[in-house]
């Protein structure tokens, strides 16, 4: 299993920002995907799951601002993030649950106010 993420970088408040992540090595299109993110000192918090069917969970501090989608034909999912906030600011990663968690390498956001 290989989560490859981008996309990120730096941006004023207000941005937007839309990461990807590239998946393979397990069938991608019976599998919930999500978002996490560590902001520096933190835990890592989940930011938006997405199901196999295309439904949606957000986590509060995002909802209204972030989306999640997936592209099957792509194997990839996405996250386009509307509205940043400083308090976005953080290490953003991809992750797959399949009998053992699985992470990509992260992808730095940073906003800066």
């Known amino acids: 299993v290989q989560l490859q993420a981008s996309g990120g970088g730096l941006v004023q408040a207000g941005g937007s920002l839309r990461l990807s992540c590239k998946a393979s090595?397990?069938?991608?299109?019976?599998?919930?995907m999500e978002w996490f993110r560590q902001a520096e000192g933190k835990q890592r918090e989940l930011v938006a799951r997405i199901s196999t069917s295309g439904r949606t969970n957000y986590a509060d501090s995002v909802k209204g601002r972030f989306t999640i989608s997936r592209d099957n034909d792509k194997n990839t999912v996405f996250l386009q993030m509307n509205s940043l906030k400083s308090e976005d600011t953080a290490v953003y990663y991809c992750?797959?649950?399949?009998?053992?968690?699985?992470w990509g390498q992260g992808t730095q956001v940073t906003v800066s106010s």
């Open positions: 992750h797959v649950s399949i009998q053992r968690d699985y």
């Open positions: 090595g397990f069938i991608f299109r019976i599998t919930y």
